[in-house]
């Protein structure tokens, strides 16, 4: 039976994640590079208009407005069409090469297009649930609020208006977020269950639901210590950049543009699979854990050894 099919602590298990990633850079760095290309490109295509991403502009223009809300909505589209392909070809190698089998990047990917509309599903769902949704009950909480306080704020202080506005306005982000969190930490199995066992779209939820369940703070430390590495290797990258628009008021020429979006490709493709690789193992730490997987994958070997044998000895 495979040796690393057994139940995992949290410090085996991102060993376990650091030994596959580094032994298996070229695949997985390979398959993470589409997501951060497609970003790449967009900011290039941006960038010969004239609009500079993360360029600090005082005095906006309507055509800024515009170009940054078209900006936001073409980085929404290429990161859940990426994501759906990223997140199911990572899983697919993941799963090969834990279960001691091998793979290569177009294998991940052929593997991930013959279900990907419904991963594509998936990933809207999660979307909305996550971001949508909350950010929208923030704006409408925060509408109420204000609206409370404008009935009252002629009894206050200005200092005390505009204590009470900031506390509504973070209050309500921060609900938000925490929301935000709790909803990619729930359904951070989805992806994962919906290629391994088969599953449509609701009942990959539903399985993620139960198999994350006391190992959701397993999860967020994950997440928080793939975060930090993630950054960290992004200012890390981009620092001469930084330290450029820091100087000029938050504004990037273009040469420094380009090197600050070089810096966040590569970033991005050196620590973006990592968190996926974990939750992959995650995914079946807690199947060994509630349903004996690795029990069934021993068996599932023993059948096909006499099924192998017998074809052997025929010929």
Same mark, same amino acid.
């Given at each position: ?152 704020? +002629? ?116 620590? +973006? ?43």
């Amino acid at each position: 039976m495979n040796s690393a099919l057994r139940p995992m602590s949290t410090s085996e298990l991102l060993d376990r994640t650091f030994h596959l990633y580094r032994t298996h850079f070229a695949v997985f760095a390979g398959i993470g590079a589409l997501l951060p290309a497609l970003y790449l490109m967009m900011e290039l295509a941006f960038l010969r208009f004239g609009y500079v991403a993360g360029s600090a502009n005082p005095m906006p223009t309507a055509n800024d407005v515009a170009m940054t809300m078209l900006y936001v909505s073409c980085a929404v589209l290429i990161f859940v069409f990426g994501y759906s392909l990223v997140s199911g070809a990572v899983f697919h190698a993941v799963s090969r090469l834990h279960l001691g089998q091998q793979v290569t990047i177009v294998e991940s990917y052929k593997e991930v297009f013959t279900r990907f509309p419904t991963v594509l599903r998936l990933i809207i769902t999660v979307f909305i649930r996550a971001i949508i949704g909350p950010l929208c009950v923030a704006f409408l909480t925060l509408v109420g609020v204000l609206m409370s306080l404008r009935a009252v704020i +002629g009894s206050m202080s200005r200092t005390a208006a505009f204590a009470g506005v900031l506390v509504a306005v973070l209050g309500t982000f921060l609900l938000a977020g925490i929301w935000t969190l709790y909803i990619c930490i729930k359904y951070s199995m989805s992806v994962t269950a919906c290629l391994a066992e088969k599953l449509p779209a609701r009942d990959a939820l539903n399985r993620s639901r139960f198999l994350t369940q006391q190992a959701r703070l397993r999860i967020f430390l994950i997440f928080l210590l793939m975060g930090i590495i993630g950054l960290a290797l992004n200012y890390a990258l981009t620092a001469p950049s930084l330290v450029y628009a820091f100087m000029h008021d938050g504004k990037l020429t273009v040469p420094w543009a380009i090197w600050e979006y070089l810096g966040g490709f590569a970033a991005s493709v050196l620590a +973006g699979p990592i968190s996926t690789i974990a939750i992959v193992l995650v995914y079946y730490d807690q199947r060994i854990r509630k349903e004996a997987f690795d029990l069934q994958f021993m068996m599932e070997s023993l059948n096909h050894h006499p099924q192998e044998q017998t074809a052997m000895s025929a010929t």
